[in-house]
């Protein structure tokens, strides 16, 4: 059988063993309705609130500002439809950097158009944020866009596909003194298992997800400081202090806890080890001829590395990497997993990918990542690109017959995350 070597983790992460540990008596033992009354619930209420009081003070902040969701994508949508619906009409724009995960992009599209005027939002205004060719925003030209009344302006900690760190701080301060009304949301889905929680500290709202952090899917939080005001998207019961209703998942959140802190626990030791693999990565692929670098190591994440690689095309190296039992990804992938072109990439003034010029390769490492895994990555990717160049090198139908191929496998017309 082909070994497995995993290199996707900004798509997710397996659940770390002590993280299964801690959830498992939540499901089957002490599986009580944590708003209920009895022991069983009680019981469960109680892990609720100590996982509560840990992801708070992991993520910097205080228990009460903790609003438990379904993950990340829940997180970034009620904070952009939570905070335009508590605020009265019309509410003002919305700003957001043009390289941010559709959890935000999304939401802010259907708030313009008015999708969501049953929350009370009507159509806003909605502007984008330019980035430079290494996807950091320009704290100025953000500036430019706060004119006005504004409302919420949102920019993630760091980005999914080529791992740029954003520099919150500075955002910060150019929206404090611009536009002090707005609302400040930083997603920090891909930034929160390396990032120290200082880094979120200046902003009002921060979305986390477990299963980026060796936590499970479909748990993740959104910080809320005091005092900004938020409407909920889902009504029901009332939990969360009305913010967001439904039964707790309390193994959910439990899993939550345990992952941040896993992820703190460890997090210089670790951001050292993922560094030092991804640069003898980075080094070793870099060195090939037509592969490059998209962004400058001291900007990403330490287990990030994003290539462009010239002469391939990105279905049919994920394909032929997949065929080696290497899983990478393109970086920007739809839900069916059919390769999209890259807002990202564009927003960076590169070509968004897709034509034989320049494939996109994602290669993210995490927390089970070893020395043997990127052994096997440098050997593979090098014998892949070969194969395909050669390929490529001859005329027409030899090329064509290695496109339809790797396509038919792929079963898309497109291929995997
Ligand atoms: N934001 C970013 C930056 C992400 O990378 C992702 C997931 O890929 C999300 C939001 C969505 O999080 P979730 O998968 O928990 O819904």
Do not use: I
Request: aromatic share 2%.
């Amino acid at each position: 059988m082909t070994p497995v070597t995993y290199l996707d983790h900004a798509a997710t992460t397996p659940v770390r063993p002590e993280v299964a540990a801690a959830m498992a008596p939540y499901a089957a033992q002490w599986y009580g309705n944590a708003s209920g009354a009895h022991r069983v619930a009680r019981r469960a209420r109680r892990a609720l609130e100590d996982a509560r009081e840990e992801v708070a003070a992991l993520l910097g902040a205080r228990p009460g500002e903790v609003v438990f969701t379904s993950g990340g994508t829940e997180a970034a949508n009620l904070a952009v439809f939570g905070t335009l619906a508590a605020r009265p009409a019309p509410p003002g724009a919305v700003v957001h950097s043009a390289v941010e995960h559709p959890a935000v992009l999304e939401p802010c599209a259907a708030a313009a158009r008015g999708a969501r005027a049953v929350f009370g939002v009507p159509g806003v205004e909605r502007r984008v944020a330019p980035v430079d060719g290494a996807g950091r925003v320009d704290p100025g030209a953000l500036g430019a866009l706060l004119g006005g009344e504004v409302a919420l302006v949102s920019v993630m900690a760091a980005n999914n596909e080529v791992g740029t760190v954003q520099p919150l701080d500075e955002v910060a301060v150019v929206v404090r003194r611009l536009a002090p009304e707005a609302v400040l949301h930083t997603d920090a889905v891909q930034a929160a298992a390396h990032l120290d929680p200082a880094a979120t500290a200046p902003c009002d709202l921060v979305s986390v997800s477990a299963h980026k952090l060796g936590g499970p899917k479909g748990a993740g939080a959104l910080v809320v400081r005091d005092g900004v005001a938020l409407a909920p998207l889902l009504y029901g019961g009332g939990q969360e202090r009305e913010r967001r209703s439904g039964t707790h998942d309390v193994a959910g959140a439990v899993g939550l806890a345990a992952a941040l802190r896993a992820c703190a626990e460890n997090r210089p030791a670790e951001t050292a080890r993922l560094a030092a693999l991804r640069d003898r990565l980075g080094d070793g692929l870099a060195a090939l001829d037509g592969v490059t670098e998209t962004v400058p190591r001291a900007l990403t994440l330490p287990g990030h590395l994003h290539l462009l690689v010239e002469g391939v095309e990105r279905e049919e190296l994920l394909v032929l990497l997949d065929e080696e039992g290497l899983c990478a990804s393109a970086g920007s992938s739809c839900a069916s997993g059919a390769l999209q072109e890259s807002h990202v990439l564009a927003a960076m003034g590169l070509r968004p990918g897709g034509g034989a010029d320049r494939a996109p390769l994602r290669l993210t490492l995490g927390h089970p990542t070893t020395a043997a895994d990127v052994d096997r990555a440098l050997a593979v990717v090098p014998a892949v690109l070969a194969r395909l160049r050669e390929a490529t090198g001859a005329p027409g139908r030899r090329r064509r017959d290695v496109a339809a191929g790797v396509r038919a496998q792929s079963g898309m017309g497109g291929s995997g995350r």
